[in-house]
């Protein structure tokens, strides 16, 4: 039933060289699948830590917009004037408020999944699926793209030839990754 192998120099034993019994074989063949999962679960432990990473930093890098002497964020509003940097507040509008909260949300939806991701790992019976998880991902990923929607809708373009910074495009790669780790944790199921 678990065997991977009959008679290939595979399941030979090292020492004889003679086939391992078939206990040994479906012993081995078990330890393969744990290692199998084992290394998914870990690829998909990592892909969750780059996401909040990617997250974390497009939340708060002040490069949304940057253009000659001037750079935009979330939050503030720098510039470069006579060998100094000055910075003030974002505008009080209401769509710069909505991106802040879109993105905060995100930021506190995908680390929540982490979270639950860790306990379900733990406290899920044989077979479950991370449910709880996906939808907390695939909502992190709704409310990072909304945000990054509202951001590119409403960029005041002041003629000054601004462009987009590492921190939106960061928001944007942090989207499909999120919406793409979610559907993992839909598809993926615990083993023993």
Known sequence: MF???QDTPRCLNPASHTPFSRN????FAFFYLLEKMLLILLGVLILHLIIL??????????AWTVGG????DLWYSCMTTN?????????????IQAVQALMI??????????IAFLYQLFRLVK??????????Q???????????????????????????GYAYVLAWVAFPLCLISGLIYIVLRKKE
């Open 105 to 114: 949300l995100s930021l506190l939806f995908c680390f929540f999944s982490l």
């Open 138 to 164: 695939i909502l992190a990923s709704l409310f990072v793209m909304c945000g990054a929607i509202i951001y590119t809708v409403m960029c005041p373009d002041d003629g000054s030839g601004a462009q987009f």
């Open 3 to 5: 065997t991977l192998c």
């Open 69 to 72: 002497d001037r750079s935009t």
């Open 53 to 62: 990473i990617l997250l974390i930093v497009s939340t708060a890098a002040s």
């Open 24 to 27: 040994q074989t479906s012993c």
């Open 83 to 95: 060998g100094g940097y000055h910075c003030k507040p974002a505008s009080n509008e209401d769509w």
């Open 127 to 136: 077979g479950g699926r991370f449910f709880f998880t996906a939808i907390f």
